[in-house]
Antibody, heavy 119, light 106 residues
Framework: EVRLVESGGGLVQPGGSLRLSCAAS????????MHWVRQAPGRGLVWISR????????HYADSVMGRFTISRDNAKNTLYLEMNSVRAEDTAVYYC????????????WGQGTMVAVSS | DIQMTQSPSSLSASVGDRVTITCRAS??????LNWYQQNPGKAPKLLIY???TLQSGVPSRFSGSGSGTDFTLTISSLQPEDFATYYC?????????FGQGTKVEI
């Protein structure tokens, strides 16, 4: 079964750090670009970052540029999101998503992990 | 950034109704437009990619059309499991922006 499972969410204080993980299984992880998308409570979907198959190319939304870092370990089939200097507005469910090889869309999503930023 | 505007933001419909949701991009995005369905507390699910290509396993009552700046998602005969929120997404250029969502209610 093709699957993505996020972990690492929780409560963090403003200015703190957190690392999210996304474990992939059931497909060739190293063949797909991967993404992080977040959704604040009661709000819509917001794309925040993507990473190339080899990890050398990364892109970020302006809202997280310089604070968040996306990375991957193809040997461990795992995607990461390092979150630093977090703010209240970073409170959201964070989803990892797989980029289709053909189609430029997100065909597989994880179940999401909740990050709450509060003192 | 490319802004995606969906209309309506919400709609009420009945089982069996034909439902149409539109999505407009602030600049041309060719056919790089995807549609997702999201149920409360669940992850989004890809319905249609590249404007009109039905994702594997998605019922044929869903269809998409459009190119350039104007796109449409149509549900030909609404089923009980289709009551959800629908999002469009452009993947023409980063950041890959989503529309604000359309909630389809009973």
């Amino acid at each position: 079964e093709v699957r993505l499972v996020e972990s690492g969410g929780g409560l963090v204080q403003p200015g703190g750090s957190l690392r999210l993980s996304c474990a992939a299984s059931g497909f060739t992880f190293s063949s797909h670009w991967m993404h992080w998308v977040r959704q604040a409570p009661g709000r819509g979907l917001v794309w925040i970052s993507r990473i190339s198959t080899d990890g050398r190319r990364t892109h970020y939304a302006d809202s997280v540029m310089g604070r968040f870092t996306i990375s991957r370990d193809n040997a461990k089939n795992t995607l990461y999101l390092e979150m630093n200097s977090v703010r209240a507005e970073d409170t959201a469910v964070y989803y990892c998503a797989r980029d289709m090889i053909v189609g430029r869309a997100f065909d597989i999503w994880g179940q999401g992990t909740m990050v709450a930023v509060s003192s | 950034d490319i802004q995606m505007t969906q209309s309506p933001s919400s709609l009420s419909a009945s089982v069996g109704d034909r439902v149409t949701i539109t999505c407009r991009a602030s600049q041309t995005i060719d056919i790089y437009l995807n549609w997702y369905q999201q149920n409360p507390g669940k992850a989004p699910k890809l319905l249609i990619y590249s404007s009109s290509t039905l994702q594997s396993g998605v019922p044929s009552r869903f269809s998409g059309s459009g190119s350039g700046t104007d796109f449409t998602l149509t549900i030909s005969s609404l089923q009980p499991e289709d009551f959800a929120t629908y999002y469009c997404q452009q993947t023409y250029s980063t950041p890959w922006t989503f529309g604000q969502g359309t909630k389809v209610e009973i």
